[in-house]
């Protein structure tokens, strides 16, 4: 049995220089609840445990804030260009989104729908496969892992009862083995 402290994910997190680098130039930015997300970060772990590079794989770094005062596209779409000019040099992908505003967007794009958010946290709580919703506060550095870490170092990925998008998350879950085969699906 695998056990992982806040601080052990963190470091682990954090051994991605662009990860690092992200932190300290969104919360420059002073983005309402900011957080670095999802893969990023949880798969910095599995590529520790896989022996690979902290950034191997990683497709982009999500980034989530929580701006209910102005739900827009236009404000969303002012964010996302001071973030791009913030970490143009880069050289990689950053997805931002307002979860102030996925509700009015989400049913579309995939087909069922979601509930109207109250903070960041909310969003990073719906992730299709629990183990994966994580996130790094940019104010502060702190973590938040609604579920704890014990299926992340396990490699155990189990279905959101927050999202249970059944397709999707078997979608999700196979990509995730095909990278990484060790990870277990668990019903």
């Known amino acids: ?98 979860q102030a505003r996925v509700h009015l967007w989400y049913e579309k794009r995939f087909g069922a729908p979601y509930p109207q958010l109250h903070s960041a946290c909310d969003g990073i709580d719906r992730y299709l496969v629990t183990c994966t919703c994580v996130g790094i506060e940019l104010a502060s550095g702190a973590l938040y892992a609604p579920n704890g870490l014990h299926d992340l170092a396990e490699g155990r990925l189990a279905p959101n009862p927050l999202n249970p998008l059944t397709e999707r998350f078997t979608e999700k879950a196979e990509s995730y083995r095909a990278r990484w085969p060790w990870l277990t699906v668990v019903a």
């Not at 601080?7 to 680098?21: D, H, T, Y």
């Not at 497709?59 to 827009?72: E, N, R």
């Open 1 to 98: 049995m695998t056990t992982m402290t806040d601080a052990e994910f963190l470091a682990i997190a954090r051994s991605n220089p662009v990860n690092r680098e992200l932190e300290r130039r969104l919360a420059a930015l002073g983005l309402p609840e900011g957080h670095l997300v999802a893969g990023c970060l949880f798969q910095a772990v599995w590529n520790q445990r896989s022996g690979r590079p902290a950034d191997w794989g990683v497709k982009d770094y999500d980034v989530f804030y929580f701006d209910a005062a102005d739900t827009s596209w236009e404000a969303e779409d002012r964010v996302i260009a001071q973030v791009a000019e913030a970490t143009a040099d880069l050289g990689v992908e950053v997805e931002l989104r307002n």
